[in-house]
């Protein structure tokens, strides 16, 4: 699960189990990542928006969230303090590369794509890629987009992480829905197989495709390779029966806030 000082780990703390980002040196004491999976943040906030900030940051924190509503396109939005909760911008793709604000998204079986650059100031990019979205090239689109606003001239210094979503072992979708069939004509050929007339797709292997093809180098790409519907135990999967539950993808900057303020990251 390690790379070479980066990687991730899944841990549970007081019963909320969660997945550590864990920063490549140079931006682990400038930015945070965590996806929260199931465990109390969701049961006893009931997937609230507002509960869950009260229950990361305290009540009454004052701590922009941005918490885009997710319609499966391929609009990116920066994580902005204007944008932040009440609001509900509608994007699938979130870039955050300011203190001060938290940028978040939710799943249950989608693929969470997190990007992280140095490079050419800290930014962090999170982005929902579903079926739908995989399909559109929203995670393509979506880097186009940050490189674009934040002037990289390439993603050779990025570092991303794919999953955990739902894996090839469980996405079946029947071989007559036209959106199917889109998904076969969209999608590159190793990530989809037919087997008794039904497609099998692997949507993190094809959104690493779109990384390879965006010229992110292979030691940079890191799957976190649990199939989200095998292991509902722990994770919240649509298929598996949560309609309300998701898992919480949580980013931003370290700045301003002391080790104690961001209790999910205490040793355990
Ligand atoms: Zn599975």
Redesign the pocket.
Known sequence: MMGLGWGWEKVSLQGQGMIRYLMPPQLDDILTVTLFLKGPLMGKTGGCLSGISQRLFGRDNGIPLVAPSQVHGTRMIEALPSRSLPARPEGDALLVRRPGVFGSLRFADCIPVVGISVRPRPWVLLVHSGFVGTSRGVTGEALRETMKVTGSASLEEAHFWVGPG??P??YSRKLDDPMTREGLKQLPGDSWRVEKGMAYFDLPSAIITTLYDMNVPEGNIIRIDQ?T??SSSDYYSYRKGDRTGKSFLLAGFREGFHKPDLWWENKI
């Open positions: 739902i894996g072992c469980c199939c519907s095998c």
